[in-house]
């Protein structure tokens, strides 16, 4: 249970998901990270972990799964969550190193209002308040406050609910530097500095419409690395 990352799954996004999976592998041969670990919606229903109507206007398969992570994960030491359409460009051991075992999660707090009322997908881009927060977690998972997430709660509680991390007090939500949640085609690097975990998150080079996005040459180059390795 100790250091696992868990990436959502979507089907329709299955090569963004392998692309996240290998740039995360292959940096962490020189760290124990536990696992990387897919949330698929349909295994986690198969399991008797998520029993929620499926939503159409859910943008992801996993948009309210990442919740269950604590549970998944015993509610013991930490883990992270991130989304699928991520590339990272560093050691997992930089981003556990900034847990502060004060918090219940740690996430970079996001300013974030879409240009775009659809994804790439097609599917609805709702604005909401801590936009993005969610796309990156740093769980405590063995935080007092996360016991909140048992599995009723995950399943029946409402999205905004869960994305706003309404469960907690804001002194339990620690920040994270933009580095590590950076949000393609709205920081940039004079401003926010270098990224160290890209995100996608407008459509990455997988989309047909958003081939050529910033930053499409560092996915591009993974992919072919995936392939080549």
């Excluded at 590590?180 to 459509?203: Q, R, S």
Aim: hydrophobic share 30%; net charge negative; aromatic share 14%.
């Amino acid at each position: 249970m100790y250091n696992n990352i868990y990436v959502g799954w979507d089907s329709r996004e299955d090569i963004a998901y392998q692309v996240c999976e290998h740039s995360i592998r292959r940096r962490s041969k020189e760290y124990s990270v536990g696992d990387v670990v897919p949330l698929k919606q349909d295994t986690l229903r198969e399991q008797k972990l998520y029993w929620r109507d499926k939503d159409k206007l859910s943008s992801t398969e996993f948009t309210l799964t990442r919740f269950l992570v604590p549970h998944i994960n015993g509610y013991k030491s930490w883990a992270v969550f991130c989304d699928c359409d991520m590339v990272w460009q560093i050691n997992p051991r930089d981003l556990f190193s900034l847990r502060d075992d004060n918090k219940a999660v740690m996430v970079v707090k996001h300013e974030y209002e879409p240009t775009e009322s659809t994804k790439m997908d097609g599917q609805a881009q709702l604005p909401y308040p801590r936009k993005n927060w969610s796309s990156m977690i740093l769980w405590n998972c063995s935080h007092p406050k996360n016991k909140a997430l048992d599995l009723e709660t995950v399943n029946t509680a409402s999205p905004s609910f869960l994305h706003r991390f309404e469960w907690l007090d804001d002194d339990d939500i620690g920040e994270l530097p933009h580095a590590y949640n950076w949000l393609v085609g709205w920081y940039d690097i004079e401003h926010d500095g270098e990224p160290k975990i890209l995100h996608y998150t407008e459509g990455g080079p997988w989309f047909e419409e958003t081939r050529n996005c910033e930053f499409d040459h560092i996915w591009k180059r993974e992919l072919i690395n995936l392939y080549t390795s």
